[in-house]
């Protein structure tokens, strides 16, 4: 295509040069170096020039004018010779001045032909003008003719001293003057071949008396400026005036002769056209004399009009060919304009039918290039579509083993959770079976613990690579929070005499951070440090809050055995192993520090100089944080750390208070499927709690009849889920108040907000430590039993408070209405109040009691207490219409409850108001 395209354009740009009419090549270049153009012989001149020129074509005449100036002369001879001419004419102003240039012009190759005036040695190629010494003679023969035997005076006017013309023409006239006595050249006057040089000077002469019979003036303007001045004095009959040139037409010698102004005039040809042709031969290199004489003649009163009418046919003539050769030039132009015009027609129609050819083998050729990119694409989407079912295949295999891996990680937690559990309970007795026992209990525990956190890892690195994280972060005491995690080392640093320090320069400083997260960025770096630091060495935690910055930095310095300098960039890489690391490592921790941090907004960096340092840098406040991200509650999830922030702390004193021995034991539902799990969590927690178990199957139903006052709930269950179990329990009213804590493996985000949408209270991570789970049933007991301390002393104000659930309280609102509409009824017994509420006596005790913390017949009997102790304080009522109002059988019977719950009988209470 694109050679094509190449050709075409060739093609056209063929065609225009082809069209562009004359060529400038081939042309014969003639310049003439003209003295000057200001009378009609020089104008005749160079008119006959450019007529012979325009006869031929090929001619390319440059004329340039002098104006009577040698030195723009010689500048514009000199232009010619740099233009390289092909051929130089000159008819030079003055003889000498021009000698040198033309000289030139011969040396540089171009031939010239000198005329009318000659240059001084006659160093050119050629001359052409009539023979001046001869116009001289005849003029002075024509005075002698006339006037044989009479003394003749004569006033000579010459012409420019210099030029070749006045100096032969006066010496052809004086040849003649001189051979005869009775003629006498009576004074001379020197002209410049203009009448205003010569008129001056003839007027003083003839003034002075010079008597005068003929004046020869060397051209005719100077002699018809000679005959002005004679008539000026009147004596123009006295003289016979006598000139050179002849020129035909109005103001020229041939006129003046028939005008009787001269005697006679000399004819002095311009030889214009045979200059040209001249210049033509040379450039053929044809063989010229040296000197071309034009002939001349004597023009006066006998021929004068021979040769005015011989002239005006020439004159005629020339007019003619000039009409002609302007019409030979129109025709040329047209010829030219068609001639591009049929070149243009033929351009295009060859341009036409190649393009017309090219579309027929495009077509071709298209053709079969799209069969062949049929055939390919054909091919690429076959190789494609087994490209994406390999890929597919990849991709399920991949993800079939992923699912398998994390699966099995989950599936490792449950066990290692009882390990570690019953680790926990052998340290105890290990403590007293000596410290053989105790050891390998705490290497137990210790190998546990770091298999625990190795599935850990590798469950968070899965994780963070499907961008399942989600930031949870709250309020904390960065130092607090830093202390407790550094007191999981203390012991360590211990055995290994290790100096271990923890400084803050501000240590209330809030930060706002995901806790669990960053639990385990300093659990990473400080076994990290612990790890690679020798014995006898230091590792610090050093907080440094900046106050005139936004940022706290945490370092963890260590005096240990540092990471090489080229090795520093790869550090928090996944999978990242030091060459001076010869210890085991999963290599994912440090890449999990940093992708915890980072998700914080923090930056985490790594220094080596004499040990390792890790700075990590958070923002304080929370304004880099996304709203999502920051908890104000009480956090759902176990963090494996206790909330220590003061709102939150668990009161062990009443904790340990709370199942008193008198009152009967709180009651946990345990709906897991696991046996072990299920059996240790009822061994350890039957000292407490009646524990209730479920595999399951029969969970929901086990909880209605029931009612315990918790449920521990698993996920992965054989029949409904947990999250299915809880959802049910939640809406029913029977168990919708009991507090309900989900235990699973599943720590991602989507099961967390399952859990929430599910109604859990709250939610605990496999594996969770024993005693948090304790922690957290007694928190959320107790969390209940301050709830019903308030609603007992509130019992009139309960439908206000909004701490219940939307279930209870609606159910708290039918049941008030239910007992204020019985007010005055004494038969309306609890089975009725069960009955109108359908549920069961039993449910209804149950929930009553779990909600408020007082039986039912409790509940209504406060009710009627509060409303009478209103009615003793604002009506005027008697006691005994108070006691039958609010439905007690007798007014006795209602004076010893008011002065049970009150401390005071009615009458009494009534007085002090
Ligand atoms: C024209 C002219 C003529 C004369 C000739 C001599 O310029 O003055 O009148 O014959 O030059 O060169």
């Not at 001269?262 to 214009?272: D, E, N, R, W």
């Not at 299915?724 to 985000?749: M, W, Y």
């Not at 049941?815 to 309306?828: F, K, P």
């Not at 009478?868 to 007690?888: D, H």
């Amino acid at each position: 295509m694109k050679s094509f395209y190449l050709a075409l354009c060739f093609l056209l740009a063929l065609f225009f040069l082809s069209c562009s009419g004359e060529n400038e090549e081939g042309k014969i270049r003639i310049g003439f170096s003209q003295a000057m153009t200001n009378d009609d012989w020089r104008r005749s001149m160079n008119n006959s020039m450019k007529l012979q020129a325009s006869m031929n074509p090929e001619i390319d005449l440059q004329i340039k004018d002098a104006n009577y100036d040698v030195l723009t002369q010689i500048k514009q001879i000199d232009e010619l010779i740099a233009d390289s001419v092909d051929v130089l004419i000159v008819s030079p102003i003055q003889s000498k001045p021009i000698t040198s240039v033309v000289k030139k012009a011969i040396k540089a190759g171009i031939p010239v032909l000198v005329v009318d005036r000659k240059t001084e040695d006659q160093q050119y190629t050629s001359y052409l003008g009539a023979d001046n010494i001869e116009i001289g003679r005849n003029a002075a023969k024509e005075i002698i003719a006339s006037n044989y035997n009479d003394s003749i005076r004569i006033i000579e006017i010459k012409g420019l001293a210099g030029s070749s013309p006045a100096e032969e023409r006066g010496m052809g006239f004086h040849q003649i003057i001189n051979q005869f006595n009775q003629a006498q050249v009576v004074a001379t006057i020197n002209g410049n071949w203009e009448k205003e040089s010569v008129q001056n000077r003839l007027r003083v002469l003839l003034k002075e008396g010079v008597k005068a019979d003929y004046i020869f003036a060397h051209n005719d303007r100077m002699a018809v400026g000679a005959w002005e001045v004679a008539r000026e004095l009147g004596i123009e009959n006295e003289i016979s005036f006598i000139g050179v040139d002849g020129l035909a037409g109005t103001n020229g010698g041939i006129q003046a002769v028939k005008n009787g102004v001269l005697k006679a005039t000399v004819l002095y040809p311009t030889g214009g056209d045979e200059a040209i042709k001249l210049a033509l031969n040379i450039l053929n290199n044809e063989s010229i004399p040296k000197n071309n004489i034009l002939s001349t003649t004597i023009i006066n009163e006998l021929n004068a009009d021979i040769m005015n009418n011989q002239f005006e046919k020439i004159n005629d003539q020339q007019a003619q060919m000039e009409e002609q050769l302007a019409a030979i030039k129109k025709q040329e132009e047209l010829y030219y304009s068609q001639n591009n015009l049929l070149k243009i027609t033929m351009a295009l129609l060859a341009i036409i039918l190649s393009l017309a050819v090219y579309s027929v083998y495009s077509i071709f050729a298209i053709r079969k290039k799209n069969r062949q990119l049929v055939l390919t694409n054909d091919k690429v989407t076959v190789q494609r579509n087994q490209i994406e079912k390999i890929a597919k295949e990849v991709k399920l295999s991949n993800e079939a083993k992923l699912n398998f891996f994390t699966g099995l990680s989950h599936e490792f937690k449950t066990p290692i959770t009882l390990i570690l559990s019953s680790i926990e309970s052998m340290s105890d007795s290990a403590k007293e079976k000596g410290s053989r026992m105790r050891n390998e209990v705490e290497l137990i525990h210790n190998n546990s613990n770091r298999l625990l956190r190795l599935i850990n890892q590798l469950l968070d690195f899965r994780k963070i690579e499907d961008r399942n994280f989600n930031l949870r972060a709250s309020k904390t005491n960065l130092y607090s929070f830093s202390k407790i995690i550094f007191k999981d080392f203390e012991r360590e640093a211990k055995k290994s005499n290790i100096d271990f320090k923890l400084t803050s320069n501000n240590e209330s400083l809030d930060v706002f951070m995901d806790r669990n997260l960053m639990d385990k960025v300093y659990f990473n770096l400080l076994s990290n440090a612990f790890k690679f630091t020798p014995e006898n060495g230091k590792i610090g935690i050093t907080i440094e809050d900046d106050e005139r910055s936004n940022t706290v930095n945490i370092r963890f310095k260590d005096s240990g055995i540092g990471i090489p300098e080229n090795e520093m960039d790869g550090v928090f890489k996944a999978f990242f192993k030091g060459s001076n690391n010869r210890k085991n490592s999963s290599g994912i921790g440090l890449h999990l520090s940093k992708e915890f941090v980072e998700m914080h907004k923090g930056t985490i960096q790594v220094k080596s100089l004499h040990g390792t340092e890790f700075i990590i840098s958070l923002y304080k406040g929370q304004a880099h944080l996304d709203e999502t991200e920051i908890i104000s509650e009480q956090d759902l999830v176990d963090s494996n750390i206790i909330d220590f922030s003061s709102e939150h702390l668990i009161d062990d004193n009443y904790l340990v208070q709370a199942p008193s021995k008198n009152k009967e034991k709180y009651s946990v539902l345990i709906i897991e499927d696991n046996k072990d799990l299920s059996q240790f969590l009822k061994n350890k927690l039957q000292l407490e709690y009646d524990i209730h178990l479920s595999d399951g199957t029969d969970a929901i139903e086990k909880a209605f009849e029931t009612v315990p006052d918790i449920i521990l709930c698993d996920i992965n269950l054989p029949d409904k889920d947990g999250f299915e179990i809880c959802e049910i329990l939640k809406k029913d009213l029977r168990t919708s108040h009991i507090p309900t804590i989900i235990l699973t493996a599943l720590g991602n985000k989507e099961s967390y907000i399952k859990g929430l949408q599910s109604g859990a209270d709250l939610y605990l991570t496999k594996p969770f430590s024993y005693s948090i789970l304790v922690q957290s049933i007694k928190s959320l007991l107790y969390n209940r039993e301050k709830l019903r301390y308030y609603y007992t002393s509130n019992i009139h104000k309960i439908e206000e408070i909004n701490s219940f659930g939307n279930i209870e309280q609606k159910f708290i609102h039918q049941l008030n209405s239910l007992i204020n509409e019985n007010l005055g009824n004494s038969d309306y017994s609890v089975e009725n109040l069960a009955e109108n509420l359908t549920i069961s006596r039993v449910q209804l005790y149950r929930k009553v009691k779990a909600m408020m913390g007082i039986s039912i017949s409790d509940y209504i009997a406060n009710i009627r207490l509060e409303k009478a102790k209103t009615m003793l304080e604002t009506s005027s009522l008697t006691v005994a219409e108070i006691a039958y109002a609010n439905g007690f059988s007798s007014p006795n019977y209602f004076s010893t409850a008011f002065k049970n719950k009150y401390g005071t009988p009615p009458v009494a209470f009534r007085k002090s108001v």
